[in-house]
């Protein structure tokens, strides 16, 4: 089996194998696409998915001088800084796109600090300038 052309497949399908915070496999996405078997052949190839997976990350991270968190929990891409990223109250990463409304509503939070210090969370105490100014 070639991993590379399996996992374009998958992908171009919306489906997505990804690596969990301990390093583990994990076949994720549609279940009309992620079939059992599609599962179990992830699963029956681990060890080659997470050494293609890590090799892949690696080189998406040397070719850009862009800083990011790390990967989302559930699509596997980049969370790039500035993209809108949000850690969920259980620890987990996920990317702007993937993020949801009850996602904010059970208590994620951005993992970005405010563009501009002294706006949100880092309250300088005094008036805030409107907007414009
Ligand atoms: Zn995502």
């Known amino acids: 089996m070639r991993i590379a052309a ?14 969990d915070g301990e390093g583990a496999v994990r076949c994720l996405g549609n279940p009309d696409v992620v079939t059992p078997e599609v599962r179990t052949a992830v699963e029956q190839h681990a060890g080659a998915f997470r050494v293609f ?5 690696a080189a998406t991270l040397a070719s850009t001088t862009t800083r990011s968190h ?18 969920l109250p259980d620890g987990q990463l996920v990317c702007g796109d993937c993020v949801a409304p009850w996602d904010i509503e059970a208590g994620s939070v951005p993992v970005e600090e405010p563009e501009c ?17």
């Open 6 to 19: 399996f996992l374009e497949r998958l992908r171009e399908a919306g489906g997505v194998v990804t690596l």
């Open 53 to 57: 997976v890590e090799r892949e990350r």
């Open 70 to 87: 790390g990967w989302c929990e559930r699509c596997g891409r980049v969370v790039w800084v500035g993209t809108g990223g949000e850690r």
């Open 117 to 133: 210090p002294g706006v949100g969370w880092k309250d300088p105490g005094g008036p805030v300038p409107p907007h414009g100014s």
